[in-house]
C-alpha cells in the first residue's frame, strides 16, 4: 500500500479545518482506528486537556487515597495522576478530522513509520498555528496503541 500520499491528503484536509476553525493547536495527533482501518487527525487546545487531566486526577485520587488507607501499595500504583498532558484522543478538542478509509493492505511498521514521518512533515505548519509552539507536542498510533509515539517539533529548540 502506498500510503504517503494518503497521509499527505489526511493531513492537508484536516489542517485546512484546523485553520479555519482557528483552534489554537496544543497536541496533534494522527491517528489509526484499528477496529475500523480508517486515519484521522485530533486536536487538543491547552485548556482542554488541562480540563481532562484535572478529570482524570479527580477520579484517581479516590481510588489512590482508598488502596493507601488500606494499605495496598501495589493498588496504588495503579491510579498515578496525571502529570502533564491528556493523550486520550476522544478528549480532544477536535476528533477524526479527514477521517479517510485505508485501502486494503497490510499495515505494518512501515506504515506507522510512515504516519510519523508524515506528521513530521508539517511539523512548521502546525507550530506556525499554535499559540505557544514550544510547549506543542505531536503524536501518532502504533501497532497496538493509539497513542505510541510523542515528541515535541524540532524546532522548538
Not at 110 to 122: D, G, H, I, N, T
Amino acid at each position: 500500500m502506498e500510503t504517503a500520499p494518503l497521509l499527505a491528503a489526511v493531513l492537508e484536509i484536516a489542517l485546512r479545518d484546523i485553520e479555519a476553525r482557528q483552534l489554537p493547536v496544543y497536541t496533534f495527533a494522527l491517528y489509526h482506528d484499528h477496529e475500523s482501518q480508517a486515519i484521522s487527525v485530533c486536536v487538543d487546545t491547552e485548556e482542554g486537556s488541562a480540563r481532562t487531566v484535572a478529570a482524570i486526577n479527580r477520579y484517581n485520587a479516590g481510588y489512590f487515597a482508598k488502596a493507601i488507607a488500606g494499605g495496598d501499595l501495589k493498588g496504588a500504583g495503579l491510579w498515578h495522576a496525571n502529570i502533564g498532558r491528556s493523550l486520550s484522543l476522544g478528549d480532544f478538542a477536535l476528533v477524526n478530522a479527514a477521517r479517510t478509509p485505508l485501502p486494503p493492505g497490510v499495515i505494518d511498521d512501515e506504515f506507522y513509520l510512515a504516519m510519523v514521518r508524515a506528521v513530521m512533515s508539517v511539523e512548521d505548519r502546525v507550530s506556525a498555528i499554535s499559540p505557544h509552539p514550544e510547549r506543542l507536542l505531536f503524536a501518532c498510533s502504533g501497532t497496538n496503541d493509539e497513542v505510541a509515539y510523542v515528541w515535541s517539533a524540532q524546532s522548538s529548540g
